[in-house]
């Protein structure tokens, strides 16, 4: 063990541990979500990435002596790269706006700094977690700023599964573009499409979310370094924020910049509220999709079956031969979370007070935790789902011509009148419309058959009514 202290008195902390005593406090407040830092390894390497800019700008400021500042950075790397990721463990959601985080990503890069240095943990006078490796800093500007950063590179990975997910969309449309289907409405049938036009439509609603989450995700290239306590700058050089954020731009590769007032940017939390709701809408059409997934593939004898979904396990524990269409419901069950942390969200960002929003960790979290649920659950949509699915062309088309949505197409030809008087016969006596048509000598079935041609009915067409040249 080795002895530490802090404001509140002292504390032994084991050896091996890089963290040290403000991170013991947060293990012994802060048992809430049990989702620890390490869960969340871009997390991390941001923070050591800011924490690197910062000793970098105060060496080059002549605030850090060489060799310090030179075991920071080289501490720096080693967080980044993954190697200490054990040691960050504090819970994400937390009290102190954030102050847990920035301490024990402080604690681990002067411990891990002092062994370069040839030092014993816990020996702070050669490394201070303070009044070193968080010179020139607060909570208030390292952590929103680290945030940012890992924002960014989740939100690419986001959009990268989110791609893969909408090509596989695509595929099937095309796949399926010669499955003749009865569209619905209100559960009630509407007029004929193809299967390959829905699965079209869903590529289609899902390319918009690329764009608004590409559009959203620059708004985390304006970050607040240099903002210190609540914006003013105090206890920083007056050239250490451009600095930093030079240094920032180099070690991340990203085209951070200072935000136009850092009082207002340190206090504002409305971009992460933009990719709250960003990410809820693309939650909202994912379940949208899974909710069709599961109606088309319903049966199979007393359900639409129109779509068959690759067997992933046995459906029931009471009923042999269920199989039920899971991977759809995770992906409702996800959505539905994605949807709850929007709000959460949203109302930590209405908490905000004054010079700063404290509720800062539970928004981070819930950001987090959104990202990481929607790429693996539309990875998983991909892979067990979606790359599987088969048409039943026959049951599609059998629906078709028995149904008497059929009756639409022949609106522009026979007239609403006719063509209702045809639907309520339909009704009446359960015949199909095509046969209904040839007995009552509405049409001809040379003029039936061309209008009913599959190509005829799922786009636009020039017509003339009855009796026009």
């Known amino acids: 063990m080795r002895r530490e202290h802090d404001l509140l008195g002292e504390m032994d ?56 500042a030179h075991a920071i950075t080289k501490a720096c790397r080693d967080v980044a790269s993954g190697m200490l990721d054990d040691h960050f463990v504090v819970d994400m959601v937390q009290g102190g706006a954030g102050t847990s985080t920035n301490m024990n990503a402080n604690e681990v890069i002067a411990n891990r700094a002092l062994e370069l ?37 989740s939100i690419e990975k986001l959009v990268g599964s989110l ?27 509407a007029v004929p499409m193809t ?39 105090i206890n920083s050089d007056p050239d250490y924020s451009a600095i930093c954020i030079r240094h920032l731009r180099e070690i991340t590769g990203l085209p951070v910049v200072a935000a136009s007032n850092m009082i207002e940017a340190t206090n504002d939390t409305g971009a992460f509220i933009m990719n709250s709701s960003a990410q809820k809408r693309l939650a909202v059409k994912l379940s949208k999709i899974c909710n069709d997934l599961r109606l088309l593939s319903s049966g199979p004898r007393a359900g639409l079956n129109e779509i068959n979904l690759p067997p992933m396990q046995p459906g029931s524990s009471i009923m042999p031969g269920k199989v039920n269409p899971v991977i759809p419901e995770v992906v409702n069950q996800i959505a539905y979370r994605v949807i709850g942390n929007d709000l959460t969200v949203t109302m930590a960002a209405e908490a905000g007070q004054l010079e700063l929003n404290v509720m800062e960790p539970i928004i981070v979290h819930c950001l987090f935790e959104s990202i990481e649920m929607l790429i693996n659950g539309m990875d998983t949509l991909r892979e067990k789902c979606i790359t599987g699915i ?24 026979l007239g609403y009148e006719a063509s209702t008087a045809l639907a309520r016969e339909a009704l009446q006596t359960g015949k199909g419309i095509y046969d209904l048509v040839l007995e009552n000598n509405l049409m001809s079935k040379e003029e039936l058959d061309d209008i009913l041609r599959p190509e005829n009915m799922v786009k636009p067409r020039k017509f003339l009514r009855k009796g026009q040249k």
Not at 32 to 41: G, Q
Not at 165 to 184: P, S
Not at 210 to 226: A, I, P, T
Request: net charge negative.
């Open 117 to 153: 240095m040839g030092h014993g943990k816990g020996e702070y006078r050669y490394c201070h977690p303070n009044n070193h490796v968080n010179l020139s800093q607060s909570t208030n500007d390292a952590y929103p700023t680290a945030v940012k950063i890992a924002l960014i590179r």
């Open 163 to 189: 791609k893969w997910l909408l090509d596989a969309f695509a595929a099937k449309g095309e796949e399926f573009a010669g499955v003749l289907k009865m569209g619905r409405t209100q559960l009630q049938d």
């Open 390 to 413: 088969t048409a039943n062309e026959e049951i599609c088309r059998a629906m078709v011509l028995n149904s008497i949505g059929l009756v639409t197409a022949l609106n522009p030809y």
């Open 13 to 68: 902390v084991p050896q091996e541990y890089y963290f040290g005593i403000q991170t013991m406090r947060a293990l012994e407040n802060f048992h809430i979500s049990r989702v620890r830092l390490h869960f969340f390894p871009e997390f991390i390497r941001a923070l050591a990435e800011v924490k690197q800019a910062a000793a970098m700008a105060n060496r080059d400021l002549g605030l850090l002596d060489h060799e310090t």
């Open 195 to 233: 299967l390959g036009q829905e699965f079209e439509a869903y590529a289609a609603t899902l390319r918009e979310e690329v764009d608004r989450l590409e559009q959203n995700m620059k708004l985390f290239l304006e970050v607040n370094m240099g903002a210190t306590a609540i914006g003013t700058g």
